[in-house]
């Protein structure tokens, strides 16, 4: 699907590689999945418009200044979307930070929110949604509905691994919103996890497993 965008880093390759060893400590956890956020806002970023500002002086000569047109909101989903928020902040240091606080309950593997603190109104262009895990994809659909009814005109999420069957659901029930991944595992089991997976993200990066 064209809206599924697999990195084919191959830094993104080895740092997965890398964040899927059970014997990691948080802080290599946290440093990794950081990376490859860097990784993936990359290409998130690259097709973002830019508009003309004011005549500049360099050291050498005047030049034309540009800027980012459109305004931005970084959403991480709590907790486990803080790790990506540095390197997403990195990249768009001006845009608004709005958390989204959404659980999967584990019997029934449907979402639940219990954090949303988004302003009454819309108030920027475009939303980066990150997330470094879908597997179900139920957790990604619930934050995608929340912005869409918010009334975002253009959504983007980054996570870092996807499950096959959770990412094609999202990417066939959302054609207007760009998925920006490092990979796709082929295997999601009974339990919801997916396999071989990077394990529980929020008690990887918060040691708290």
Known sequence: MSNIIVSQHPLARQKISALRLATNTSQQARELTDGIGRLLMYEATKDLELVCTNTEQSPIGPYEGEAIAKTHALVPILRSGLGLLNAASDFLPDAQVHHLGLFREESTLLPVEYYNKLPRKCTVDECIVLDPMIATGGTADAAIQILKT????????????????????????????????????????????????IGDCGDRLNNTA
């Open 150 to 197: 918010w009334g975002v005109p253009k959504i983007k999420f980054v996570a870092v691994c996807v499950s096959k069957s959770g990412i094609e659901r999202l990417a066939h029930e959302h054609p207007d919103v760009q998925f920006f991944v490092a990979v796709v595992d082929e295997v999601l089991n009974e339990q919801g996890f997916v396999v071989p997976g």
